[in-house]
Every structure is written in structure tokens, then in C-alpha cells.
């Protein structure tokens, strides 16, 4: 297999991505979404985003999977943030003010009363008031306690956000760069299974056929020979004729080999199922238009 970067002509086969590499590649994938080549310094045009792309073509795709796994070990390294923790602290904080600023208003209702009920010559009334106003200052200074509380939260919170973005900002090229190339090499798959659907190997045409001319049959018949093309690569698996090899004592292979066996099952029940008829023995409800 060739392409335009110059690579050497490969086995597309060799392309193909493992049930571990996927794996790999899909964790990544989230775990880098944020970062753009706009971000790098002379943004997405510049110097840096030219050269992440011109490696992401030319790399041997063996040594695409090496950056990847990489980047998964780098991405260990982050400074740990909680987004549900920080949410819930806001939100406690942001309660906790609310609550504060209800038994404020209260103070100065109570005291404006009281003092009226002063003037008034109204002792008790005013006894019993300023027994609330002490009443809801002392829940106003616990409150203030635990408002402090609370804002230290988010400040410790707030800390580990900002190191991860000084983190982030400090490995931005290694992670732009394991993105391109994770999605280099998804492509480079999407291709090989472009090749093995116009030339199938003698095990795929066994087991599904020549790859169907329907667009939507086609999508089907390259899910299944991707399943396969996985477990042939999970297992080392170099039988030209038998698609899965031979049954292994092993219980992962076996139970692995057993669900790639459904996913056949169903690729070539879905492939070969014929399109289902308009039933024309059924009475047809037209909506009501209005018409004569």
C-alpha cells in the first residue's frame, strides 16, 4: 500500500487496527478533545500545526500506535480535577450565600420592627423580636462558617483546574500531535478496508461474500470483516482460508472467537436480507387534507 506521503507499498492488512489499539486510540480521543492546532503558536497555518501534519502522513502506522500509547502514558501525568466535586462545591457555595443574605434581610426587618415596637412603648413585642434577631445571627454566623468552608473548597478546586490548564498548555504539542495521530491512523484503517473490500482475501469471501454493491449492505459487510480482521490481529492468525483459525483452549479466545461468530452471523443475515415490501394487502390511511 502506497499513498502520497511516500509510504512503502505494505499489506493493507497491516493498517488495521487491534480490539487494543482501538481501544487505546478511542481513550485518547476523549481524553485530548479540547486541544485545536488553532491553539499552537502561528495557529492551525503555522509552522508547528505544518509539521504535526506532515509527520502524522509520513510515520510508519506502527509507529503511530507508539505515539499514541505514549500519550496515554502522559496523559497519566495530569493533575487529577473532579468536574462533578467542583459543580457540587459551587453549587453548596452559591446555596450557602443565598442563605446568608435571606437571614441578613431578616436582621434588618426584625430590627427596623423592633425599633418601631420601641417607640411604641410595646416591651414584650419588642423582647420577643430581638430574641429572633440573636436567633437568626446565630445562624447567620454559621452560615458565614460554612460559606468560608465552602469557599476554600472551590479555591482548592479552582487550584487543580488551573494546574491542569498550565499542564495542558505545557504538553500542548505532544497532544495535538498523539490526535493526529490517533485519527492518522483510523484513516490509514478506513483505507485498508477500502483495498480489502475491492480485493477480498479467501477467508473473508467465505464467510461473507464479495463486498455487496447496496451502500447499506456494503457498511454492513466492512463492520463484519473489520470484526474479523480485529481477531485475526488480537490472535496472530495467519490462515489464508479459515477467517477465525482454529478453536484455542483458551477461555478469552473462545469466548472472544464466539462473539466474533454472531457479528458474523448477523453481518450475513443482515446482507442477504431482502428488502422488506410495501404491503399492499393492507389498507392504505391517507391523512385527511381536506379534499373533495
Do not use: N
Not at 502522513?57 to 502522559?74: D, E, G
Not at 470484526?227 to 469466548?255: M, N
Not at 453481518?267 to 391523512?287: M, N, S, Y
Amino acid at each position: 500500500m502506497s499513498d502520497l506521503a511516500g509510504r512503502p507499498t505494505i499489506s493493507p492488512l497491516g493498517d488495521i487496527v487491534s480490539t487494543t489499539q482501538i481501544a487505546e486510540i478511542v481513550r485518547l480521543l476523549d481524553a485530548v478533545r479540547q486541544p485545536s492546532l488553532r491553539d499552537l503558536p502561528g495557529g492551525e497555518h503555522g509552522p508547528a500545526a505544518q509539521q504535526l501534519r506532515r509527520q502524522s502522513r509520513s510515520m510508519p502506522t506502527s509507529a503511530l500506535h507508539a505515539s499514541v500509547h505514549q500519550a496515554l502514558q502522559l496523559l497519566g501525568t495530569r493533575p487529577p480535577v473532579d468536574p462533578q466535586a467542583y459543580g457540587s462545591s459551587r453549587r453548596r457555595l452559591g446555596t450557602l450565600m443565598s442563605q446568608r443574605a435571606v437571614e441578613e434581610d431578616w436582621i434588618e426587618r426584625l430590627q427596623a420592627r423592633s425599633t418601631r415596637s420601641g417607640r411604641l412603648g410595646d416591651t414584650e413585642g419588642r423582647k420577643a423580636l430581638d430574641a429572633d434577631i440573636q436567633l437568626r445571627k446565630q445562624r447567620r454566623r454559621r452560615l458565614m462558617s460554612l460559606e468560608r468552608h465552602a469557599e476554600r473548597i472551590v479555591e482548592d478546586h479552582d487550584r487543580h483546574h488551573q494546574a491542569l490548564r498550565d499542564w495542558q498548555i505545557d504538553h500542548l504539542q505532544q497532544l495535538l500531535q498523539a490526535r493526529l495521530h490517533a485519527q492518522a491512523v483510523l484513516d490509514r484503517q478506513e483505507r485498508a478496508l477500502d483495498e480489502v473490500a475491492a480485493t477480498p482475501p479467501p477467508y473473508l469471501l467465505a464467510e461473507l461474500g464479495a463486498s455487496p454493491p447496496s451502500p447499506e449492505a456494503r457498511q454492513t459487510w466492512r463492520q463484519g470483516a473489520l470484526a474479523i480482521l480485529r481477531f485475526r490481529k488480537d490472535y496472530g492468525i495467519q490462515d489464508p482460508d479459515q477467517a477465525l483459525g482454529h478453536p484455542s483452549v483458551d477461555t478469552p479466545h473462545r469466548l472472544h472467537r464466539s462473539q466474533v461468530e454472531v457479528l458474523i452471523d448477523q453481518t450475513r443475515q443482515l446482507i442477504h436480507q431482502p428488502p422488506q415490501p410495501f404491503p399492499l394487502g393492507e389498507p392504505f390511511d391517507a391523512p385527511d387534507l381536506g379534499l373533495p
